[in-house]
């Protein structure tokens, strides 16, 4: 109460407690809360609020009567209850608030254990760096990374250099998207493509945003890891890993790492948790999607040192005329069958224009689910999104173009198919015909919807 900054008055029926209490500099008077002639002799005070915390339900519940009745309404009471039954009737009587001692110890022991635990597996991961000091570290993030994986191996790499082992991130894939590349250049972050390395040059290996060697990520199966930090949950695939840490509960890799690096007292940069609040958000959907309150309590953490221009500029990328490009051929050359759209957009460089422009169509009226497609070189990559309840994207495209080659969820998928023979028609229009005519009708068919004449 002192450190709420309000004087307390305490009354008790024992004579000697009174006593202690006053040694101890505390208003104390000797009195039976139950009985109303206690209550008389407090009503002179200017009271604030009144608490009533005996271990005695039944004085508890008649002190609470009596203040209900004889003080002014507004009065706010505390009561304590040792079971469930009398912590209703309290409320019931008007308390404000009753309590449970035995809940506020369990779960305050609930938090000392998560604490426990949490210093647990910081000291051993530390240890585990300690261990090797000194040691070239490869923190490999999964194919075509996304910005929680980034900044995720970022905050890994940074914990490395402060055990002194010298880390590299890599990846394998592209970095796709606008916002992804806008995102590495923005902050400047260093990460080599593993083409043309061997990942044997490396005395260690790091996992950060996948777990299992071989499985979205470009090392061989079976590879020794030295420490796994990912939040996909991995079914029973067996790791080989002296520290793992997975936590299918947390919405991010980036917060798993913003727990160690807080953990370890590790100072983070500006860009650093720019780049961890940026993965954090971008992984949950801004908090709507997988979170855990520890993805909050991480964000709240990297809030006050992220740059929030920086953030601002990644929320509005600019779009390259590629994109713009893809996007105007997906307007012009769409098909619309019921709620389908489908798009060819002929001949393409970026394939990541695709979903962008997968996305966008799914705005029109009456369009709920989008299908965008082109031709690389010698590729038929498409792109579908959907929000039709009673879709499931990924299951359709991988009827229509073959488990193989198409993957995805319910509402986004893609499905990439080699051209093969066909890549060595020369006249491009009679390819691009033909794979118009391929996908469009392959498509439908999974879909069970009858291609309209034209
Ligand atoms: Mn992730």
């Not at 002192?2 to 000797?30: F, S, W």
């Not at 000392?112 to 300690?130: D, K, P, Y």
């Not at 071989?214 to 420490?227: A, K, Q, R």
Request: charged share 25%; aromatic share 6%.
């Amino acid at each position: 109460m002192r450190e709420l900054g309000k004087d307390l008055i305490i009354v008790d029926k024992d004579p000697q407690k009174v006593e202690t209490l006053r040694e101890e500099a505390y208003e104390a008077i000797v009195g039976d809360i139950s009985e109303i002639e206690t209550l008389r002799g407090l009503k002179t005070k200017k009271l604030s609020g009144v608490l009533i915390v005996s271990s005695d339900n039944e004085a508890n519940k008649q002190a609470l009567r009596n203040v209900k009745k004889h003080f002014r309404p507004s009065l706010y009471c505390v009561a304590r209850a040792s079971d469930v039954i009398n912590l209703q009737e309290m409320e019931e009587i008007g308390a404000d608030f009753v309590f449970m001692p035995s809940r506020i110890v369990s779960k305050s022991l609930t938090r000392s254990l998560e604490r426990a635990e949490s210093v647990r597996i910081g000291n051993q991961l530390s240890q585990w760096f300690t261990k090797n000091t000194g040691k070239t570290l490869a923190v490999v993030v999964h194919d075509n990374p996304d910005p929680d994986a980034i900044s995720g191996a970022l905050a890994l790499k940074l914990m490395a250099e402060n055990y002194g082992l010298s880390p590299t991130i890599l990846y394998n894939g592209e970095i796709g998207h606008q916002e992804n590349k806008a995102f590495v250049n923005l902050l400047g972050i260093n990460l080599e493509h593993m083409e043309g390395r061997d990942i044997s040059e490396f005395d260690e290996i790091a996992l950060v945003d996948c777990a299992v060697a071989g499985s979205n990520n470009m090392l061989s199966e079976g590879t020794h890891i030295g420490v796994v930090i990912d939040h996909h949950p991995v079914g029973d695939a067996e790791i080989d890993a002296d520290f793992i840490d997975i936590r299918p509960n947390v919405g991010a890799s980036a917060t798993i790492m913003t727990k160690y690096l807080q953990e370890l007292n590790i100072d983070i940069s500006s860009e650093i948790a720019t780049a961890l609040l940026y993965g954090i958000r971008t992984d949950t959907l801004d908090f709507k999607r997988n979170t855990d309150p520890n993805d909050l309590s991480a964000a709240s953490f990297l809030y006050p040192m992220a740059d929030h221009e920086v953030l601002d500029q990644l929320e509005r990328p600019s779009m390259s005329i590629e994109t713009l490009d893809v996007l105007g051929q997906a307007i012009k050359n769409r098909q619309v069958v019921g709620s389908y759209l489908l798009s060819n957009v002929g001949n393409i460089r970026d394939r990541d224009a695709l979903p962008q422009a997968a996305d966008y169509l799914l705005n029109l009226e009456g369009i709920f689910t989008s299908i965008v497609f082109g031709v690389s070189d010698d590729v038929i990559y498409i792109s579908g999104r959907s929000n039709d309840i009673r879709v499931n994207l990924g299951t359709i495209l991988k009827k229509a173009f073959g488990e193989g080659s198409a993957g995805g969820h319910s509402t986004a998928a893609g499905a990439q198919i080699a051209l093969g023979v066909f890549s060595d028609i020369k006249d491009r229009q009679t390819l691009l015909k033909l794979v118009d005519e391929a996908v469009v009708k392959k498509f439908l068919k999974a879909v069970g919807v009858e291609e309209v004449d034209e």
